[in-house]
């Protein structure tokens, strides 16, 4: 940790502070808010704690008796499918004194044995066994003691979401017109998605909220950041089009397209027999919303990411191009600090050949040896320790990009409001909002709209 990531209270805690640094509808955003460590721990409980989170996808566990172990904000959880094929989730810590009862990523168990105690919980959470318990207790109320599970888990096309609120809204609610999307990218094809291999992970010195800032909408960086991807003629050259989605609630897409008439893949390049389920799974809305496009990226509040992409050469002549879907949790650890989990995920009906292709391309460009993730990670990390200082933290970031020269496109065919520009931070102020929102209960680009 970096000398002041532990926080020295220069931002106040309060609601008022809050607002003074967050003011997205003026494109103004404290830097307090990216190194402060009460601010970061207060995410923890109003931002996490209260949110629907993304843990697991279900091709993970295939089997009764998988598992997985993972992170909602920093308390740990085990997913888990039980006997009777559901997927329920767990706090990974003991009901006798908070050990973690499974330390393992990943395996297939009937039950999780604490190596504290040894207490003993079935993997549907029942709490079967307890040493020495007629000597040590006389009786026990094991029904009482079972894992600690959240009010809400609901998959949605195989994507495990939590929510440890119990006054949460239902994710339906939650997600609005994401689903939209999340169906394109998720719930493309009849056989439905899987993820290849198991997800990489790393971590970065940097604050959470700058990965999915990034990925909500920062087509502006690209030209610059990931100049190699023009130069080695990657992408399909000329100017840069699309549309920035302001779907509401926090959630945001990017949609970049081809210029009109490159001699480029349609809808990402996918192989024939995903385009033919694809056909009867999607509405013609979403299928031309992914008809002539490049990439397709952005975030469900607060840390769920995907990238979509297809670059128009492999850089291999016996590999023609392709796609992959890559998604991604910024895992907060600190306030300077980030776990990184990038997934990738291929139609369950890819012949094996594309779902290789896919697998390089994803590893070459945005995998943790690929050249982009290495390109903006550096770039979030040294915006994380250049504003630690005293002077730094107390500037503001700048969102203008668009305020004055976007205009919502009426004709986008999918919900949320669509600008029709590909240069535009009404994403990331729409993220902030919803921030905000969470950290105190304002949130000033609604609170404008209905003004
Ligand atoms: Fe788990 Fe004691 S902490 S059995
Ligand atoms: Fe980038």
Same mark, same amino acid.
């Given at each position: 940790?970096?000398?002041?990531?532990a926080g020295?209270g220069?931002a106040?805690n309060?609601n008022?502070?809050?607002a003074s640094?967050?003011?997205p509808?003026?494109?103004e955003i404290g830097r307090?808010?990216f190194?402060?460590?009460?601010?970061?721990?207060r995410?923890?409980?109003?931002?996490?704690?209260?949110?629907?989170?993304?843990?697991a996808?279900t091709?993970e566990?295939?089997?009764?008796?998988d598992?997985?172990?993972?992170?909602?904000?920093?308390?740990?959880?085990?997913?888990?499918?039980?006997?009777?094929q559901t997927?329920?989730?767990?706090l990974?810590?003991?009901?006798?004194?908070?050990?973690?009862?499974?330390?393992?990523d990943?395996?297939?168990?009937?039950?999780f044995r604490c190596?504290?105690?040894?207490?003993t919980y079935?993997?549907?959470?029942?709490?079967i066994?307890v040493p020495s318990?007629r000597?040590?207790y006389?009786?026990l109320d094991?029904d009482r003691l079972a894992?600690?599970e959240?009010?809400h888990v609901r998959?949605?096309?195989?994507?495990?979401?939590?929510n440890?609120?119990?006054?949460?809204?239902?994710?339906?609610?939650y997600?609005g017109g994401m689903?939209?999307y999340?169906?394109?990218?998720f719930?493309?094809?009849?056989?439905?998605m899987?993820?290849v291999g198991?997800?990489?992970r790393?971590?970065a010195?940097m604050?959470?909220k700058?990965?999915?800032?990034?990925?909500s909408g920062?087509?502006?960086?690209v !030209?610059?950041t990931?100049?190699?991807?023009?130069?080695? @003629? =990657?992408? %399909?050259g000329?100017?840069?089009?699309?549309h920035t #989605?302001?779907?509401?609630?926090?959630h945001?897409?990017r949609i970049q397209n081809?210029?009109?008439?490159?001699?480029?893949?349609k809808?990402?390049a996918l192989?024939p027999e995903?385009?033919?389920?694809?056909?009867r799974?999607?509405?013609?809305?979403q299928r031309g919303?992914?008809e002539n496009?490049?990439?397709m990226?952005?975030?469900?509040?607060?840390n769920?990411?995907?990238v979509?992409?297809?670059?128009?050469?492999t850089?291999?002549?016996?590999?023609?191009?392709v796609?992959f879907?890559?998604a991604?949790?910024?895992q907060p650890a600190?306030?300077?600090l980030?776990?990184?989990?990038?997934?990738i995920f291929?139609a369950?009906?890819?012949?094996d050949w594309w779902?290789? !292709?896919?697998?390089?391309?994803?590893v070459r460009?945005? @995998? =943790?040896s %690929?050249?982009?993730?290495?390109?903006?990670?550096? #770039?979030?990390?040294?915006i994380?320790?250049?504003?630690?200082g005293?002077?730094?933290?107390?500037?503001?970031?700048?969102?203008?990009?668009?305020?004055?020269v976007a205009?919502v496109?009426?004709?986008?065919?999918?919900p949320?409001r669509?600008y029709?520009v590909?240069?535009?931070?009404?994403?990331?102020?729409a993220?902030?909002?919803?921030w905000l929102?969470?950290?105190s209960?304002?949130?000033?680009?609604?609170e404008e709209a209905r003004?």
């Amino acid at each position: 940790m970096t000398k002041s990531a532990a926080g020295n209270g220069h931002a106040g805690n309060g609601n008022a502070a809050l607002a003074s640094l967050v003011r997205p509808q003026e494109g103004e955003i404290g830097r307090e808010i990216f190194v402060d460590g009460q601010i970061y721990e207060r995410e923890l409980d109003a931002v996490f704690a209260s949110s629907w989170l993304f843990v697991a996808h279900t091709s993970e566990i295939p089997s009764p008796g998988d598992y997985v172990t993972r992170d909602c904000g920093v308390d740990p959880v085990i997913v888990t499918q039980t006997e009777d094929q559901t997927f329920r989730v767990f706090l990974n810590t003991c009901r006798h004194r908070g050990m973690q009862v499974c330390r393992v990523d990943r395996g297939n168990t009937s039950h999780f044995r604490c190596p504290y105690h040894g207490w003993t919980y079935r993997n549907d959470g029942k709490l079967i066994g307890v040493p020495s318990l007629r000597q040590a207790y006389g009786t026990l109320d094991r029904d009482r003691l079972a894992l600690t599970e959240p009010p809400h888990v609901r998959v949605l096309h195989g994507l495990i979401f939590v929510n440890w609120d119990p006054d949460a809204p239902s994710l339906e609610e939650y997600l609005g017109g994401m689903a939209w999307y999340l169906e394109i990218l998720f719930g493309r094809t009849e056989g439905g998605m899987k993820a290849v291999g198991t997800p990489q992970r790393s971590r970065a010195r940097m604050n959470w909220k700058l990965g999915a800032d990034n990925f909500s909408g920062d087509g502006y960086h690209v !030209a610059m950041t990931h100049r190699h991807a023009f130069d080695l @003629g =990657l992408f %399909g050259g000329g100017t840069m089009l699309g549309h920035t #989605i302001d779907v509401g609630n926090g959630h945001t897409v990017r949609i970049q397209n081809f210029p009109e008439g490159a001699p480029v893949p349609k809808h990402l390049a996918l192989p024939p027999e995903v385009l033919e389920s694809m056909e009867r799974t999607l509405s013609p809305e979403q299928r031309g919303a992914i008809e002539n496009i490049t990439v397709m990226h952005g975030n469900v509040f607060p840390n769920f990411s995907f990238v979509d992409a297809v670059f128009t050469t492999t850089g291999d002549p016996e590999m023609p191009p392709v796609s992959f879907l890559n998604a991604r949790l910024w895992q907060p650890a600190a306030a300077d600090l980030t776990d990184l989990w990038s997934w990738i995920f291929v139609a369950e009906e890819s012949p094996d050949w594309w779902e290789e !292709a896919s697998r390089v391309t994803f590893v070459r460009s945005h @995998g =943790l040896s %690929g050249t982009f993730d290495q390109d903006d990670v550096e #770039i979030w990390s040294n915006i994380t320790e250049a504003n630690q200082g005293p002077i730094a933290r107390r500037q503001t970031f700048n969102y203008e990009v668009g305020v004055r020269v976007a205009e919502v496109d009426e004709a986008w065919p999918g919900p949320g409001r669509a600008y029709g520009v590909d240069y535009n931070e009404a994403n990331q102020r729409a993220f902030y909002s919803k921030w905000l929102e969470s950290m105190s209960g304002a949130n000033p680009i609604r609170e404008e709209a209905r003004a």
